[in-house]
């Protein structure tokens, strides 16, 4: 198969990365830049990155403004008592920020409505055996 095919091929699939409760503006160049930044950020408990793990519920681009924008991530945790808490909203905000055109991220965590395996990708939950 060439890479071309290969391409095509998991874009055919690429909604099955989509967890279904997600708000986010899907057309905007940023998008799949801060999608690929969220990919790889893995909840150290979960073998599942927390953007197919469910755990963004949105994300918003602010308008151009000297040649930069904001982006404001709104996400959850598996629990709050998650041993991370205090340490993921930075793992976001640094995975987001080094990105070209992105002026300032703001993390805003919410535990409402709280996480469960329902707002999980399917892809995440094909990865830990749980199939709804």
């Given amino acids: 198969m060439t890479q071309v095919e290969e391409k095509k091929e998991d874009e055919n699939y690429d909604y099955l990365t989509?967890?279904?409760m997600l708000e986010g503006p899907r057309e905007d160049p940023l998008w799949p830049l801060i999608v690929a930044a969220l990919?790889?950020?893995?909840?150290?408990?979960?073998?599942?990155?927390?953007?197919?793990?469910g755990l963004i519920?949105?994300?918003a681009i602010a308008d151009e403004k000297d040649g930069v924008r904001d982006v404001v991530v709104k996400m959850t945790l598996t629990s709050p008592g998650c041993p991370v808490?205090?340490?993921m909203p930075g793992w976001v905000q640094g995975a987001i920020l080094?990105?070209?055109?992105?002026g300032g991220v703001e993390v805003d965590m919410?535990?409402?409505?709280?996480w469960d395996p329902s707002l999980m990708a399917e892809t995440a939950k094909m990865q830990l055996n749980m199939f709804m």
Avoid: F, H, R, T
């Avoid at 990919?39 to 793990?53: A, R, S, T």
């Avoid at 080094?98 to 992105?102: C, E, K, L, M, Y």
């Fill in 85 to 87: 808490a205090q340490d």
């Fill in 18 to 20: 989509e967890p279904p």
């Fill in 98 to 102: 080094p990105i070209d055109g992105v």
């Fill in 57 to 59: 519920y949105g994300v």
């Fill in 39 to 53: 990919k790889e950020i893995y909840d150290p408990e979960i073998p599942v990155n927390i953007y197919e793990l």
């Fill in 110 to 114: 919410v535990w409402d409505p709280p």
